[in-house]
């Protein structure tokens, strides 16, 4: 699985947009882009996920560069109940014979300001 | 529609002892999974089941042992804890089986345990 980079902290104004970036250079062709967040003390809740094109959901927008090298995570009216911590993972698509589980690294935590 | 239950949320074990931990998921979904998360830390796949009837080693499984009971329920047994499996525990589940296009695949999880050994 190709590896991903995010800022280690962020901060964002309560009401106001959070944009959190994540760089996946090594991305492959087959590759989706997931975004997770775990609020402290809870287990982790699925976001958003895509391959190519923008998504949107009711918890967030995805932006995705052409490229695929890049992706935005976009909260739209942050909440001080969105301070978690953020995870963008890129996973193979039907990689079933290995470990068929999600690799978390670091993650942004992510922290809404009053 | 609980989603994923864990059980207990909190346990406390002396360093030789067993124990299991308990996972149900209620939305019908083939797959289910352990992790752990240590402080710090992201989560590390302990186990996974992709079906009803079959189990695979994650990438930590020294120490653990699972049984996938029936589609619902997959737990997690400690035969001799040690003190390096103070963790958090985390069960997850996905509607896919092993083979289908991960893409397609969201996991779900539970609210996790916490278990320490002294």
């Known amino acids: 699985d190709a590896k991903t980079t995010q800022p280690p902290s962020m901060d964002c104004a309560e009401g106001r947009a959070a944009n959190l970036p994540c760089n996946h250079s090594?991305?492959?062709?087959?590759?989706?882009v997931y975004w997770y967040r775990q609020i402290h003390s809870q287990g982790p809740q699925y976001i958003i996920h895509?391959?190519?094109n923008n998504e949107t959901n009711e918890m967030a927008s995805l932006i995705i560069t052409e490229d695929r090298k890049s992706s935005t995570l976009i909260l739209p009216h942050a909440t001080l109940r969105d301070t978690a911590v953020y995870y963008c993972?890129?996973?193979?698509?039907?990689?079933?014979?290995?470990?068929?589980?999600?690799?978390f690294g670091k993650g942004t935590h992510l922290i809404i300001q009053p | 529609n609980a989603g994923v239950t864990q059980t207990p949320k909190f346990q406390v074990l002396k360093t030789g002892q067993s124990m299991t931990l308990q996972c149900a998921q209620d939305?019908?979904?083939?797959?289910m999974y352990w992790y752990r998360q240590d402080p710090g830390m992201g989560l590390r796949l302990i186990y996974y089941?992709?079906?009803?009837?079959?189990?695979d080693k994650g990438e930590v499984p020294n120490g653990y042992n699972v049984s996938r009971l029936n589609k619902r329920e997959f737990s997690l047994r400690l035969e001799s804890a040690a003190p390096s499996q103070t963790s958090v525990y985390f069960c997850?589940?996905?509607?896919?089986?092993?083979?289908?296009?991960?893409?397609?695949?969201?996991?779900?999880f539970g609210p996790g345990t916490r278990l320490t050994v002294l």
């Open positions: 997850a589940s996905s509607e896919g089986t092993s083979g289908r296009a991960w893409g397609t695949d969201t996991q779900y």
């Open positions: 090594t991305i492959s062709g087959n590759e989706y």
């Open positions: 895509g391959l190519k």
């Open positions: 993972i890129v996973r193979v698509e039907g990689s079933g014979g290995g470990a068929d589980g999600l690799t």
């Open positions: 939305m019908n979904h083939n797959s």
């Open positions: 089941s992709a079906s009803e009837g079959t189990t």
